[in-house]
């Protein structure tokens, strides 16, 4: 009971923490004052317990099995949620009324719950959606379901029409069905092949020949000519025949294809075939159940991408007609944006670069977190608008089409220099309006803007804070979002009016706070999590005086029971740029500022690069948050800094390390070093370093780079050769090796490996299809070929990036733990 009434009190002083100093209005929002974040009282919640590493890296059910995928039943009444079923990977479903105990959902009643992510008809009065790749439909009202396909098709992209019909996706075909009737009808369908033809012209002097003296082969070609004519104007003047299908062209890939709601038009992006890897890229898996070394198939390395264009269509479902969009009505399709960098590496070459204008290769926007894609449409289906960014990541449009002079309208141009962002890019258009919504970090921060079609663009939100995960209103007054608006760490909910730009707080939690707006939008599902306890469900009316109620608890008694260390957030001064460095700082217990002998002490260096981990909600890095506690009870400080290129800092935060990835963090990392050893009793002289994936890749920069700031360091499935990783993280950062090889051999560890004098364990999973192996074996070749000595390699045959097996954590962190306790104490 102690342990749950300390958990309790600590959540309770960290929203107040945060509310103290949360603004409430849209200029206020600019006046965040960076602090020092408690997450929780610096106390424990129950001693007498002994925490191993073993209890650490087990199966993590003894943690929590916290509610997932979590959403709203669409009376209002209750919520859904997944639950992984303990000692298995498996997930059950629960219902959760608000007002009485959760319930597991029978395997033969999913199909009447797997709602989200459905789509409503104009009306609001249906919603479809698919459940194991077949159509349903139910009322909301009375919430009786219709199954509309049973087969082993997979159905996708539900839309209601204009109509009231329901569209839907087949493979490359697309269909309507009265949802009352059940009829079915085929709009369209695409085609990768060039359009049929009776006959083709003779290819050479041969054919011509033959043609002309074989009067059978004269014959046949007539009787072809014929049947195919036949056909073409039954297909014109018969209605009963599903439409001609799209030729697309021989051999083309179809990237993406979106309907007009109003159901007479459709929005392709087209490419030339391509390839996510070639046949040298492989894996050996040297643990199989047949006992064979399997050579599996992985993708292939940025130093072998090619530039890809995406060719945009509209086609014409009542006519037929086809229309190539082109992009030259696009500010900046043509400029040479890399002229600078081209003219460096040119110059390193001895040669001279001379710029010119030229088309840039331009796609559709592929947005990490995206789920609606790159076309919108206004609810009528008048009006459509693409997101698009250049092959060079420094450029994205969005731009609206003009049908009837069949061109692009460029509505906001993004430039960056460094890199256009690939999250933070939601658009569309607010209901029953040819009002465009965005984010954009024109400003530097991912905030809101809108803007008529043929009007001006307007800002919503504003500060030093970004938005996260909007929502737009039914009727289109609102847009909801999560934002580190109170405190970089500290997410909370909020809304904007559309026309007034009136910024609301809506949650005062404290943590991270997630959310689901009710179909009704007078509730919030939160999924909350403070730095002591994982995401739990709660739910909290509109009405500015509502409490938060608490629907889950799935955190256990055996995780509850043990002295979690809560870290405080800590705004590190940097020596380099004028925005502090977020960390967060773990102390033990009886820690003692004026103790005569220092304490020892390690940096945790998180990866990912684009991801935030000093903040004040549960870590992703939940074992390694544990791993902390545990450090602390052998007496050293822990310190895990959110450094340049992490997420939730702006726009500037994060491209920092354009063309010079390992630079600017490692010089994060000396400033943290030398603030520890200015303000917290540490001996800078026994300080190590770890780190998992981007965090192993800067543990080799920093041992490599800067010797002696660390006297250990534990690089786990690290990155040694950006060259080696894949195109669509890489060449925003450092381009392309073609033309940026300055950047590469700036930024990858295998270049600087002569530089080793401190000690070094490299952890590395064979079967890591996300960060090869190869890295490591490179780079300890590199390492005795320099004939260094103090390093050691651990490898872990069946594991990939993530690792699966609680023996591999364990093993992993014991080494890890043995390396600072002989190098550090």
Known sequence: MKTKVAIAIAAALLSAACATTTPTSSTAATQVTPAVLATAPNSQAQVGQELTLKQIMADQDWVARSPESAYWMLDGSGVLYQQKRAGSQLRDWFHQPLTKAAHQVPLERLHNYAYNGGVYNQDRSLIAYTFEGNIFVKQVVNGETSQLTRDEARQSQLQFLTDGRLAYRQGNDFFVVDVNTGKTEQIASLVSQDKPQANQAPKDFIAREQQQLIEFVQVERQQRAERFAQQQELQQKNPSLAPE????????????????????????????????????????NYVTEDGRVAAESVRARVADAKPVEHQLLVLDLTSGEKTQLTYNSLPGWNEDVLAAVRKENYAAEGKTYTSKEQPRPITLMQDWGWQAGAVRWTHDGQHAAVMLEAWDNKDRWIASIDFAGKKLVNQERLHDEAWINYTHNEFGFLPNSDTLWFQSEADGYAHLYVKPLTGKIKQLTQGSFVTEDPTVSHTGDYIYFSANQPHPGNYEVFRVNTATAELEQLTRLGGINNYELSPQEDKL???????????????????????????????????????????????????????????RVYYPKNYDANRAEKYPAVVFI????????????????????????????????????????????????????YRQMGTPEVEDLVDVVNWAGANTNVDVERMGTYGG?????????????????????????????????????????????????????????????????????????????????????????????????????????????????????????????????????
């Open 693 to 825: 994936s981007y965090g192993g890749f800067l543990t080799f920069m920093a041992l490599f780079k800067e010797p002696g700031l660390f006297k250990a360091g534990s690089a786990l499935r690290p990155v040694s050769d950006w060259a080696h990783y894949n195109t669509g993280y890489t060449s925003n950062i450092l381009n392309l090796p073609d033309d940026d090889p300055i950047a590469y051999r700036r930024s990858s560890p295998l270049y600087f490996t002569e530089g080793l004098q401190d000690a070094l364990l490299i952890n590395s999973p064979m079967v890591d299809d996300n960060v090869f192996f190869q890295d490591s074996v490179r780079v300890v070749q590199r390492l005795i070929e320099h004939e260094k000595e103090n390093f050691e390699t651990a490898i872990f045959p069946v594991e990939p990036h993530g690792f699966r097996q609680p023996s591999s954590w364990l093993d992993e962190y014991r080494r890890i733990f043995k390396l600072f306790e002989d190098n550090l104490k």
């Open 606 to 657: 998180h990866g990912a690069g684009y991801l935030q981990n000093a903040h004040a909600g549960w870590s992703g890095y939940q074992r390694e948050f544990m791993f902390h506690t545990f450090l602390t009870q052998q007496g050293y400080v822990v310190l895990d800094l959110d450094y340049r290129g992490s997420k939730g800092y702006g726009r500037d935060w994060r491209t920092a390390i």
């Open 245 to 284: 299908s799209f030729y697309l062209g021989k051999g083309k890939q179809l990237v993406a294809a979106s309907l007009s709601p109003a159901g007479d038009k459709m929005i392709v992006a087209i490419s030339d075939p391509q390839q996510w890897r070639a046949d040298g890229d492989i894996m050996p």
């Open 525 to 583: 599902l939160i999924k909350h999590s403070s730095a002591l306890q994982p995401e739990e469900l709660y739910v909290q009316t509109l009405d500015d005086a509502a409490q938060p109620k608490r629907l889950t608890t799935t955190v256990t008694e055996s995780f509850m029971a043990f002295d979690w260390v809560a870290p405080e957030i800590v705004p590190i001064p940097s020596s380099h740029v004028d925005h502090p460095i977020y960390t």
